[in-house]
């Protein structure tokens, strides 16, 4: 079996230590690896499969000898740096904003698109963390039943907004307990015991940015122009895994019967739903696991051709690194990626 030269920028990070977990769980063929953060950590040492590895930081020449380039270190470092490593021959997959609503790079779900990686120029981007588990989950159904309109609203865990924001839920929950008084300094509130609803910037529509790239990057995986989507997304004290309520409006009926047999045999489609005996997906029971959960399959009671469902999964892994991962699989698999000397 061939094998390759993998780089992580931003292996110091939330989804950059999943990266090191998820590949090394996965057994990927890799030849060599090489770390990457900022300076701040050159240095800092990591582990992977036993063995350590020196975190470099990253610089024009980190790509010289990387196949596949695996970026979870902003989006500021990633429109620098992803152009570099594709001209040194890597192939980028990018888990920020950058370059997701490009035309000339493939936005996949290896579940939903996998056809759409072949027409990569060196980047494919890794959708944001909600889309990614909602387009798992209703693209199943979408197959057998176009959906016409979806209105979600998500609970979104801290671990999305990377390990300050861990931080600060854990910090500021101990000085809420104790009496104290707490500063916010990653969310424009205290998170704690608190709910709020804005991530990422406000746009001029009302919306959050957030919210858009629902709406934008579910019709750019699902190849759906003109599926009408409406997004509100809740930033919650949890730490990991995100939650959805997904409402959905189909062309023609549909049972939850029959949307429960099509889902149970989905790929990476767990459904988890029998409310008699309060069995139901819940971020806590998510976290590190690699299936999104449906649970709460229910008619929507407004519309004649609707559904309700409760869509929950681990945003650090099938929502960033795990996703990533799989595509970068799906390359090997299909031979769209030579391994370099
Ligand atoms: P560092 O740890 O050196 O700051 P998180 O999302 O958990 O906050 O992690 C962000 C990741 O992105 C970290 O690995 C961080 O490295 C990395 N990073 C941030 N800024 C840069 C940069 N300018 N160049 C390379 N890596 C960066």
């Known amino acids: 079996m061939n094998k390759y030269r993998v780089a992580i920028v931003g292996?110091?990070?939330?989804?950059?230590?999943?990266?090191?977990?998820?590949?090394?769980?996965?057994?990927?063929?890799?030849?060599?690896?090489?770390?990457?953060?900022?300076d701040r950590s050159a240095g800092k040492k990591l582990y992977f499969a036993h063995e350590e590895y020196e975190v470099k930081e990253t610089a024009t020449d980190s790509?010289?000898?990387?196949?596949?380039?695996?970026?979870?270190?902003?989006?500021?470092?990633?429109?620098?740096?992803?152009?570099?490593?594709?001209?040194?021959?890597?192939?980028?997959?990018?888990?920020?904003?950058?370059?997701?609503?490009?035309?000339?790079?493939?936005l996949v779900v290896p579940e939903v698109n996998t056809e759409d990686i072949k027409k990569h120029k060196g980047i494919i981007a890794n959708p944001n963390c909600s889309t990614i588990q909602m387009v798992v989950a209703i693209n199943p159904l979408h197959r057998v039943n176009p959906i016409k309109r979806i209105i979600v609203t998500t609970l979104q865990s801290v671990s999305g907004t990377g390990s300050a924001a861990v931080e600060e839920l854990t910090a500021q929950s101990s000085q809420v307990l104790r009496g104290q008084d707490t500063t916010p300094h990653v969310y424009p509130h205290q998170i704690a015991f608190n709910t709020l609803p804005h991530i990422d910037v406000f746009l001029d529509n009302a919306y959050t940015k957030e919210e858009w790239k629902m709406v934008e990057e579910t019709r750019k995986i699902m190849h759906a122009e003109d599926m009408l989507v409406s997004a509100t997304c809740v930033r919650v004290p949890v730490f990991n895994s995100h939650s959805e309520a997904v409402t959905l409006e189909f062309t023609n009926p549909i049972t939850p019967e029959e949307a429960r047999r099509i889902l149970s045999q989905a790929p990476g489609v767990y459904v988890l739903d029998d409310p008699g005996i309060s069995l139901y997906p819940t971020p806590w029971m998510a976290a590190s696991t690699d299936v999104t959960y449906v649970g709460r399959i229910r008619?929507?009671?407004?519309?004649?051709?609707?559904?309700?469902?409760?869509v929950v999964a681990d945003n650090i892994r099938k929502g960033a690194a795990l996703n990533a991962v799989q595509i970068a699989e799906e390359m090997i698999k299909h031979n769209w990626v030579k391994p370099g000397d």
Do not use: C
């Not at 989804?15 to 890799?30: A, M, T, W």
């Not at 992803?82 to 493939?106: C, E, H, L, Q, Y």
């Not at 008619?299 to 409760?310: A, K, P, T």
């Open 63 to 106: 790509f010289r000898d990387v196949d596949i380039a695996f970026f979870s270190a902003g989006t500021d470092t990633s429109k620098y740096f992803a152009p570099i490593a594709t001209k040194s021959g890597a192939v980028v997959i990018d888990n920020s904003v950058a370059f997701r609503m490009d035309d000339s790079v493939p």
């Open 299 to 310: 008619r929507d009671v407004s519309h004649f051709n609707g559904l309700v469902m409760w």
């Open 11 to 38: 292996a110091t990070g939330l989804v950059g230590s999943e990266f090191i977990k998820v590949l090394e769980q996965r057994n990927f063929p890799i030849s060599d690896l090489q770390m990457f953060a900022s």
